[in-house]
């Protein structure tokens, strides 16, 4: 699927590298040292967005580590292995429509920093 | 300290007459080349036509090119803005009158010694692209979404700071200095 460079230009503010690469049929978004919301440890990490449904749900935000956020999450993947690396994701379904990718982006960030 | 910012030289004192004054072919008046504002407010003289003025703002010196600039534009001169500080006028009188941000200032005012800054206690913050009232210090997600009508059970705060626009815990406060952007998104997404 094609997105608009207007969408890709805005992702690529929330991180210093941004790859399209697609994989088992899914074009994941590689997002290089994203920058995560306050009170979240690290502060930076690598994310991986695939902004289509997989594994039931209707887009996930897989992140290089389990971070420590200010609510306790579902971390329901522990090293998931895409493009060759390991990657971590909390349980977070994101359902409202036509969202832009940075607006599917922020609606997963702020899980980590909503009570529920 | 501003790149303009300049220490005043001899010849910008008042009564000397430095190299580049002109006369005005308009006016047939008498243009300075560069003056300091405050050494003629302490000498009690009228400022003369300059095509630049040496003004002093807190602790700082810095250059401007015309008589009339705005509030605004001295406040820029020291790296600060409306939406957090304002500008103070200070006579040699003790007196000191506060500039609004539009405001247009006359550098030739006499007496003018120079302008102070000081942090406002009724700040701006942006939402959305539109200016907001607040008080300055800490307030709650809750409080700074109110100001457009919204509540965090049905949208997300986001604060632009050194980068992209990033959620802002519901519990914790933020800190209002003045000109903070946030943004506001429907609330989307919950644990499954």
Redesign the interface.
Known sequence: MDYPQQQLEELKRYCTKLMAFPEGGVTYFYLEELRLPAACVPTVCDALLCPVPRDGYPSRLFLSVRVSSPYPRNWNVTNARIAERNWFAFSWKVDLPNLTLAQLLIAHLNALVKEK | MSLENIEPSQDAQAGAVPPGNEWNPNGGELVQGEIDIGAYAERGHEVPHARCYVVRIDCETVRVTTAHPTGEALLAKVDKRPCAFELIEEFVHCENNVVESGETVDLRKRGLKGFITAHKEIVTIFINGDPHPIERGERTVAQILTKVGESPEGY?L??EKD??????????PVKICGCETFHS????????
Request: glycine share 20%; aromatic share 0%.
């Open positions: 997300i986001l604060e980068g992209p626009p990033l959620p802002l815990p519901v519990g914790t998104l429907v609330q989307t997404g919950g644990s499954s």
